[in-house]
């Protein structure tokens, strides 16, 4: 059996926001920059992936996030169904990546170890650090470690034939992203590590950061891994919904799919 994967990134959210709010240091052309809000399904004949898990409409409504969709009405709209899936794999714990836990009750969760440490360690005693996390998703990942429903890794490590984890930091200490095989290649899920193609092409850094130099030798790793630019899909530009093509006449602006090649530009 061939290990190459489909790769969907179905949009639940959206928030307008001008790009100073994208950027450390601003922008020069303030204009408006929305973020589009994104989990991604990863599958073939033999299983089924999801990575990251979305915010809780409850937190994205206090954060005047705007959902598009629910996200298991999202993933119920490309034939799935939370409680048969067996593997999430979380990038990091930020609230919009890791609410909705209780949607997967029978799935093993791939973090880094990193990320756990940070998200419960004396880091979070700030503010500054701690307000991109919910506690009672960070609780609830805890009590699924006491449940051995967790699977850690550190640094970087092939979850799958074909589907690994690197981990990256920089914008929270244990980030990481995820690379497939796929008919066209490899194509990493940077996730956060580059939120917006802005980021990866000028070198611009999102002012969520835990550290700028890691978030930066960050590109370079996503160059590294993915090969080529156009097989780097940021965490939540909504230039993604454009540039590749809709997974089917009834999911137009949710769902796209990333393991065929982008859309000639028009
Ligand atoms: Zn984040
Ligand atoms: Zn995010």
């Not at 005693?125 to 991109?132: F, G, R, T, W, Y």
């Not at 590294?224 to 909504?238: Q, R, S, T, Y």
């Amino acid at each position: 059996m061939s290990d190459t994967y489909e790769i969907l990134a179905l949009k639940y959210a959206e928030n307008d926001r001008p790009a100073s709010q994208n950027f450390i240091g601003g922008d020069p052309h303030d204009r408006s920059m929305p973020l589009d809000y994104f989990v991604w399904v990863i599958r073939n004949q033999a299983r089924t992936i999801v990575v990251d898990t979305g915010f809780n409409p409850v937190s994205g409504e206090r954060r005047a996030r705007t959902l598009t969709t629910p996200v298991n009405v999202a993933l119920a709209a490309v034939g799935i169904d939370g409680a048969d899936i067996e593997h999430v794999i979380t990038t990091h714990m930020h609230y919009d990546h890791a609410g909705n836990n209780d949607m997967f009750p029978n799935a093993c969760f791939h973090m880094q170890e990193s990320e756990m440490q940070f998200a419960t360690g004396p880091c979070m005693c700030h503010h500054l650090l701690n307000h991109p996390y919910e506690a009672d998703d960070v609780a609830g990942m805890v009590k699924r470690v006491y449940a051995g429903k967790v699977s850690f890794s550190a640094g970087d490590s092939e979850l799958f034939p074909g589907v690994s984890v690197h981990h990256i930091g920089g914008h929270s200490r244990g980030l990481q992203c995820v690379r497939v095989d796929t008919q066209r290649g490899p194509v990493v899920l940077a996730s956060d590590a580059s939120h917006l193609y802005a980021h990866l092409s000028s070198g611009r850094v999102f002012p969520t950061c835990d550290s700028v130099a890691d978030t930066v030798f960050g590109y370079d790793r996503l160059m590294k891994l993915a090969g080529d630019v156009g097989h780097i899909v940021p965490g939540h530009d909504p230039e993604v919904m454009r540039r590749y093509p809709d997974f089917s006449p009834q999911t137009v602006g949710m769902v796209v799919k990333l393991d065929v090649d982008e859309l000639p530009m028009g």
